[in-house]
């Protein structure tokens, strides 16, 4: 869907945005990109090479990119303790196909098992992959089940277990093939030094809603009345500062339906007083942090993906 002039709201983003690729650098390029193909059934869309020997590399499915993995050997591990990714969560249409990748992501032993969550709202498995990056697979409630109260949305942990769920939910065809079932990047959860200076950014300016608020050291936020597409935390990030050049997320990207949702994002970051740069199809900035955040137009091509 395409929004008007009339309809886009200065201080929010748009109901109609939808979550990207994540850009992740790497280390080992074909560990990773083996790990993504073989553990979450994603399939190579598009490959580039660019001066300095940086190799970028797409996967997705169903020509629907999930993940750009760039080749950056040499850099330091990723730290758990500073600013930056705490998991890419891959959304799946029905809990089957949610199962089969669960159950392919188990059986690769390059797979760090990390929990599982029932959030009320939604099921969640948590995995790491080999370089330390974290991986949320879920599945939506119903939007017609969630709670909600004061303009915040109930949300819980509570266990699943694992070995019942995959008893229950799985099927011969995604057991054999879980790749055939489509899926998107859902959301994105970040680590921060400081949960209101995230407010300030994400919320203030970005133009995000709050959905959860309240939860210690963490704060949930969306558009368009879902329960999450970013979140950010300080469980193990607290009082970290800028990020330094490492491994790990390199980009988080949204995808807005018209330019005049990217103008009014522009008019908020200029209002606050942070630098941006605007291509005309997309504009970037970074947060606090110094993580970068791409918002595009739909229709954004691989080779501009991975001309970022």
Sequence with gaps: MTASPASTDEQHLSADLAMDAVTLRVGDLELMSSYYEHALALAPIEEKSRGGGEVHRVLGR?????????????????????????????????????????????????????????????????????????????????????????????????????????????????????????????????????????????????????????????LFASAGGYHHHVAMNTWNSRGAGPRAAGLGLADVAITLPAREDLDALTGRLTRAGIAFADEGRSVSVKDPWGTPVTLSLPGTTTDELLAR
């Design 62 to 218: 169903g020509g629907v990119p999930f993940v750009r993995l760039v080749a950056t050997p040499g850099l330091p591990a990723v730290d758990p303790s500073q600013a930056g990714l705490f998991h890419t969560a891959f959304l799946f249409e029905d809990q089957a196909a949610l199962a089969g990748t669960v159950l392919r992501a188990a059986q690769d032993p390059r797979s760090r098992f990390a929990g599982t969550g029932d959030h009320l709202v939604s099921e969640a498995f948590y995995f790491a992959d080999p370089e330390g990056n974290g991986i949320e697979l879920y599945w939506d409630r119903p939007r017609d089940t969630w709670q909600w109260s004061n303009g915040q949305v109930a949300m819980d942990t509570l266990y699943i277990d694992p070995n019942a769920y995959l008893t229950e939910h799985l099927t011969d065809d995604v057991s054999s093939d879980p790749g055939i079932r489509p899926g998107i990047v859902g959301h994105v959860h970040l680590q921060v030094g400081d949960v209101d200076a995230a407010r300030a950014f994400y919320i203030d300016t970005l133009g995000f809603e709050t959905t959860v608020g309240t939860h210690p050291g963490a």
